[in-house]
C-alpha cells in the first residue's frame, strides 16, 4: 500500500510529458532490438543460402564432370549433401532460437525457411536422381535439371575440333561416339560454315555451338570441308592449333557408297558403271564425277598441309571403325587429349545393318543404331569397273600412305576381299 502511495506521489510530481517521452523511448528501444534480433535471423539465413549456392557454383567445374564420368544415372545434390545440409540447418535454427530467445516468433520463422530448403533440395535430388542421360553426353537441359543453373550456364566457343571429311567415310558414327564422352560438346546438324555460309561472320558460326563449360571441347562435323579448296584457310584464319580429324575409307566402297545415297533420292540417274567412265571401252575414268573425286585423299590433302602440320590432323579408318569401334575411338581420345571414356561396352554390333550401334554399358535397353539413312545396300556393281577403279586410285592410295605415314591396306580388297555391301 506504501509503494503505491510513493508511486502516486511520484507520478503526481511528474510531469505528463516527461512521464510520455520515458514510456515511449522504452518502446522504441524495446521495438529496435526486436528489429534487430528479427534482422539477423534473417541474414544468418540469407547468408547461409547464399554461401550453399556458392558452394554449388565452385564445385560444378569439378564435381559434376567428375560425376559425369559415371555409367549410372548421375545426382549432384545427394543424399550424404542433403543430409548434411538438413543438419547444419537444424543446427542454424537452435542459434537463431537460443540468440533471440525472447521473440520465438523469430525462431519460428526461421525453422520455416529451413523447412522450405531442405524440400526443395530434397525435390531437386528427387528430379535429378529419376533423370537419366541418353547419350552420357551433357546438354544445356540436363545441367539445369542437375545443378539448377540459370539458362545461360556455360558459353558457347568457337571449336577446337572439327571433322573436315570425308563423305560416306563414317563421319557421322565417329560423331555420335564421340558426344557420348562428357567432355565433348558438338553440333549435330552440319553447320557448312566453312563452304556454304562463310560470308555470315564467326558470330554466326559461334551461335550454332552449344555451351560449354571449362575443360569440355567444342567440336562439328562437315565432311564437304576436305574437299572445298578454300576451307583450309578459312580455318587455319579462325584458329590456328585446331585439331582436324579425317574419317577415310577405301575410295572404291566410299564411291559406291556415295551413289547409293544420291540413288535413294534420285531413282532416276545413271547407273554407277555409266556414271564412273568417260570411254568404258578405253578405260578412261571420269575423275570429275564428285563420287570418284572425293576418293582422291592425296589431292585433297596436299591443300590442308599447307595451312596445317600432320600432327594437327588425325586419320581414322572407316574399316576399322566398324570391326573395331572401341579402337579407333581410343586413338581419337588420345588426339583429342580426352580421358578414354567411350569404350568397348558402349558398342553392339548389329548383324542387320552390318556396323555397331551404341548402348549404354550395364544396360538392358534397345542399343542406339544410326538411322535408317545408314546401312542401305549397295547395288550390283560390274566386277571389272571395281577392278578398273582400284587400278585407278592405287597411285593415290600410295601417295596418301606416304604423305600421312600409315598404310590403310586397301589394296587388299583388290585382291578378292569384297569393298563391302553397305552404305
Excluded at 266 to 292: C, H, M, Q, Y
Excluded at 304 to 330: K, N, T
Amino acid at each position: 500500500m506504501a509503494f503505491w502511495s510513493s508511486t502516486s506521489v511520484f507520478t503526481s510530481k511528474v510531469p505528463r510529458k516527461i512521464l510520455f517521452m520515458f514510456t515511449l523511448s522504452l518502446s522504441v528501444t524495446y521495438l529496435f532490438y526486436s528489429l534487430m534480433s528479427c534482422y539477423n535471423s534473417f541474414q544468418f539465413q540469407e547468408n547461409y543460402v547464399y554461401q550453399g549456392r556458392l558452394v554449388t557454383d565452385e564445385t560444378t567445374f569439378v564435381t559434376l564432370r567428375e560425376k559425369l564420368y559415371s555409367t549410372s544415372s548421375q545426382v549432384y545434390l545427394d543424399e550424404e549433401f542433403i543430409e548434411r545440409t538438413a543438419t547444419e540447418q537444424t543446427i542454424a535454427v537452435s542459434s537463431v532460437r537460443n540468440r533471440v530467445g525472447i521473440d520465438e516468433r523469430t525462431a519460428g520463422w526461421a525453422r520455416a525457411q529451413a523447412a522450405t530448403t531442405s524440400s526443395m533440395m530434397s525435390r531437386a535430388a528427387a528430379a535429378a536422381g529419376e533423370h537419366e542421360h541418353p547419350e552420357f553426353s551433357t546438354t544445356d537441359s540436363e545441367l539445369q535439371r542437375v545443378v539448377n543453373c540459370t539458362s545461360d550456364y556455360g558459353v558457347k566457343k568457337l571449336p577446337q575440333a572439327i571433322i573436315i571429311g570425308v563423305k560416306k567415310g563414317g563421319t557421322r558414327a565417329l560423331l555420335e561416339a564421340l558426344r557420348v564422352h562428357p567432355d565433348v560438346r558438338a553440333v549435330g546438324n552440319e553447320p557448312h560454315f566453312f563452304d556454304r555460309n562463310y560470308e555470315r561472320g564467326l558470330d554466326w558460326y559461334r551461335e550454332l555451338m552449344p555451351s560449354t563449360l571449362e575443360g569440355q571441347i567444342t567440336m562439328e562435323k562437315t565432311p564437304s570441308y576436305f574437299v572445298t579448296n578454300s576451307a583450309p584457310k578459312r580455318i587455319h584464319s579462325m584458329a590456328r592449333d585446331i585439331k582436324l580429324i579425317i574419317v577415310v575409307r577405301n575410295p572404291v566402297t566410299r564411291a559406291i557408297s556415295d551413289y547409293t545415297q544420291t540413288l535413294s533420292k534420285r531413282p532416276e540417274i545413271p547407273t554407277f558403271e555409266v556414271l564412273a567412265f568417260k570411254n568404258r571401252t578405253l578405260g578412261l575414268i571420269d575423275a570429275s564425277w564428285s563420287a570418284l573425286r572425293i576418293g582422291i585423299y592425296a589431292l585433297h590433302l596436299e591443300s590442308w598441309m599447307q595451312y596445317f602440320p600432320l600432327s594437327q590432323m588425325h586419320f581414322v579408318s572407316g574399316e576399322r571403325l566398324i570391326v573395331d569401334p572401341a579402337g579407333e575411338m581410343a586413338k581419337v581420345q588420345d588426339f583429342l587429349g580426352l580421358k578414354r571414356i567411350v569404350t568397348d561396352k558402349h558398342f553392339y554390333f548389329n548383324k542387320t545393318k552390318g556396323f555397331p550401334c551404341l548402348k549404354k554399358p550395364e544396360d538392358s535397353s534397345t542399343p542406339r543404331c544410326l538411322g535408317k539413312s545408314k546401312g542401305r545396300t549397295h547395288p550390283k556393281i560390274d566386277p571389272d569397273v571395281i577392278r578398273r577403279l582400284h587400278k585407278f586410285y592405287k597411285p593415290f592410295n600410295m601417295m596418301f600412305y606416304q604423305m600421312t605415314g600409315q598404310n590403310f591396306e586397301w589394296e587388299l580388297e583388290e585382291h578378292g576381299i569384297s569393298p563391302g555391301s553397305r552404305d
